[in-house]
């Protein structure tokens, strides 16, 4: 257990409805981000936040996706209007952020698998 | 072109046999090179970091290499057990945008 923690650990939905998915960072970790990840392939960079600004958001990230870090803690991620391409694994990761004390790691949660059907 | 690639994509070894992982990357410039364990269905662990001064890095089993003027990186694992069975990526962090990228992982399988 990284101490990063996501939820759900599941979610499968139908094509066209809304998914909300948690993610809980370590407690003193400035910086979270999301990423995507399918099937065969390394994860791809969605966004990150810095406490609780969005300061970068990939092209990935398409109008169906939001994503929030409202109180710079936990961050939710939205997808609407899902599609079947949407499915994946979504995880989260955290760090310290810059001018923090340890070695630069992300520490990634266990992922939320989202089937579309 | 993927700018971190990983070879080979999947490989079986023996128990107690060691085994090395390939790394070519292109992202230029760059902070660090890590090596990542995923196992099936879980999330990516760290098992090194190195800076790009920095020729090889090691946690236990594991032996990471970075030759930054060939662009290359290894991941060496020796003794092997069958709970090293996972995916293993290697990751560049892009020194302008502090973004890591992602290689695509080599995933090793052992058998008793």
């Known amino acids: 257990d990284t101490g990063v923690s996501q939820d759900p650990r599941h979610k499968i939905t139908k094509r066209g409805q809304n998914v909300t998915f948690r993610c809980d960072p370590i407690s003193e970790h400035n910086r979270l981000y999301w990423y995507r990840q399918t099937l065969g392939q390394g994860p791809e960079f969605l966004t990150y936040f810095q406490n609780e600004a969005q300061l970068e958001k990939s092209r990935l990230l398409s109008d169906r996706f939001s994503a929030e870090r409202p109180k710079g803690s936990f961050s939710t991620l939205e997808i609407q209007r899902t599609e079947q391409g949407d499915s994946a694994m979504y995880l989260c990761?955290?760090?310290?952020?810059?001018?923090?004390?340890?070695?630069?790691?992300?520490?990634f949660g266990a992922g939320t698998r989202l089937s579309v059907l | 072109k993927n700018q971190v690639e990983q070879s080979p994509q999947s490989l079986i070894i023996l128990e107690g046999k060691n085994c090395t992982l390939q790394?070519?990357?292109?992202?230029?410039?760059?902070?660090?090179l890590r090596w990542y364990k995923q196992d099936t269905g879980r999330g990516p662990v760290s098992l090194t970091i190195?800076?790009?001064?920095?020729n090889t890095k090691s946690n236990g089993r594991y032996t990471a290499t970075l030759d930054a003027d060939t662009k290359q990186s290894s991941l060496h694992i020796t003794a092997s057990q069958l709970s090293d069975s996972a995916s293993y990526i290697c990751v560049v962090d892009e020194l302008r945008t502090d973004k890591l990228i992602f290689g695509t992982g080599t995933r090793l399988q052992v058998f008793p």
């Open positions: 990761a955290s760090n310290p952020g810059l001018g923090q004390s340890g070695e630069n790691i992300q520490y």
């Open positions: 190195m800076t790009f001064s920095e």
């Open positions: 790394c070519n990357y292109t992202v230029s410039p760059f902070s660090n």
